[in-house]
């Protein structure tokens, strides 16, 4: 079945555009597989879209952004338009970024929680090892 198909990265950022860009006032799945048959040639399913971390964040972000903040309802002439779809999706894409800052920030806070009291504090300054870039791997 064409549901199998491999995503691009290339349609990956294309459908995340399309997130970004939303319009109306919900997102479902459903309609983000509607839209992204366009790109892709053949209507993809939930599962198959989910599977790639970018769309699923974009379309998270994206799901909370609505929730806070409505697409405006108002009709403009088709260069405000252009110019207004244009803010939304950039919008769209600065909520998708603090979204994703919030769960970077979340994740910091579990390490910094589970590393008291195990490591020290010397421990956690450690620098990073050095790569030996010049090593060509092989078995020793």
Same mark, same amino acid.
């Given at each position: 079945m064409a549901r199998n198909k491999h995503i691009r990265p290339d349609d990956v950022q294309a459908i995340v555009n399309?997130?970004?860009?939303?319009s109306e006032e919900k997102i479902s799945w459903e309609s983000v597989c509607e839209q992204s048959a366009a790109i892709l040639?053949?209507?993809?399913g939930r599962q198959g879209l989910s599977a790639h971390p970018a769309i699923q964040e974009a379309f998270q972000a994206?799901?909370?952004g609505l929730k806070v903040?409505?697409?405006?309802?108002?009709?403009?002439?088709?260069?405000?338009?252009?110019?207004?779809?244009?803010?939304? $999706?950039k919008?769209?894409?600065?909520?998708?970024?603090?979204?994703?800052?919030? #769960? +970077? !920030?979340?994740?910091? $806070?579990?390490?910094l929680y589970n590393s008291r009291g195990k490591l020290t504090l010397d #421990? +956690? !300054?450690q620098p990073l090892p050095e790569i030996d870039r010049h090593h060509t791997g092989g078995a020793k």
């Amino acid at each position: 079945m064409a549901r199998n198909k491999h995503i691009r990265p290339d349609d990956v950022q294309a459908i995340v555009n399309i997130i970004r860009g939303w319009s109306e006032e919900k997102i479902s799945w459903e309609s983000v597989c509607e839209q992204s048959a366009a790109i892709l040639g053949y209507r993809p399913g939930r599962q198959g879209l989910s599977a790639h971390p970018a769309i699923q964040e974009a379309f998270q972000a994206r799901k909370a952004g609505l929730k806070v903040a409505p697409p405006p309802k108002a009709a403009l002439p088709s260069s405000l338009a252009a110019a207004a779809h244009r803010l939304a $999706a950039k919008d769209a894409e600065i909520q998708e970024l603090k979204w994703r800052l919030n #769960q +970077l !920030n979340q994740q910091f $806070a579990v390490w910094l929680y589970n590393s008291r009291g195990k490591l020290t504090l010397d #421990q +956690l !300054n450690q620098p990073l090892p050095e790569i030996d870039r010049h090593h060509t791997g092989g078995a020793k």
